[in-house]
């Protein structure tokens, strides 16, 4: 299973972007919950925000209010979608999948990660 983000860059204080993430090599009726964690520099990595099959979202206070996250489920697909972007929102943020392998003999959960995508607000 694979993730790969797109959408980082250089935005303003107070600008946008969106950020993408596919995942391939898995039926995309095993991919369960995907997210977005952020790391900054110096800093541990942090969720962003998560979102269920089902569009359940969850958010930290890091996403809460100017972050939106949503979810093509036809297309294995995941969005964050960042407004009033802040200094502090610089970051790399990674992709996040939890896939279902169970099989015959266990049921089990495997969690990918993508390679990270930088997002650097200047101000």
């Known amino acids: 299973v694979q993730l790969d983000e797109s959408g980082g860059g250089l935005a303003q204080s107070g600008g946008s972007l969106r950020l993408s993430c596919v995942a391939s090599?898995?039926?995309?009726?095993?991919?369960?919950?995907m997210g977005w964690y952020r790391q900054a520099p110096g800093k541990e990595r942090e969720l962003v925000a998560t979102?269920?099959?089902?569009?359940?979202?969850t958010y930290s206070d890091a996403g809460k209010g100017r972050f939106t996250i949503s979810r093509d489920n036809a297309q294995s697909t995941v969005y964050l979608q960042m407004n009033s972007l802040k200094p502090e929102d610089t970051a790399v943020y990674y992709c996040?999948?939890?896939?279902?392998?169970?099989?015959?003999?266990?049921?089990?959960?495997?969690?990918?990660w993508g390679q990270g995508t930088l997002v650097t607000v200047s101000s």
């Open positions: 090599g898995a039926s995309r009726f095993n991919i369960k919950a």
């Open positions: 996040n999948a939890l896939v279902d392998v169970t099989t015959i003999e266990a049921q089990k959960y495997l969690e990918v």
């Open positions: 979102i269920t099959t089902s569009g359940t979202t």
